[in-house]
């Protein structure tokens, strides 16, 4: 993680987001390409469900979109002169 502080807290929100969804794309990729579980020696190691990584990687999308394209999140709508 990178963290610049002259851009502001934002910065890390995006690169922590997008490493987030980095790592679990590549877990997607692995499960797909493989196996759900494999064995080492005599332990079993089984990855998450695809399902909720799935949903996680959407999750994930959404919030660097999000931070990308207004950098603070959703813009906040002005009512009765206050912000």
């Keep these: 993680m990178v963290c610049v502080q002259k ?3 934002f910065k890390v929100a995006i690169q922590t987001y997008t490493e ?3 790592r679990v794309q590549a877990t997607i990729q692995k499960i797909e ?3 759900q579980e494999y ?3 005599d332990r079993a190691l089984k ?3 695809l399902a909720s990584l799935y ?3 959407k999750y994930l999308r959404g919030m660097v979109a ?6 603070a999140g959703k813009k906040r709508r002005i009512r009765r002169g206050v912000i």
Excluded: D, F, M, V
């Design 7 to 9: 851009e502001g807290r």
């Design 20 to 22: 987030q969804l980095e």
């Design 33 to 35: 390409e493989s196996a």
């Design 39 to 41: 064995n080492i020696a």
């Design 47 to 49: 990855y998450p469900e």
């Design 55 to 57: 949903k996680r990687e």
């Design 66 to 71: 999000r931070y990308e394209t207004t950098g």
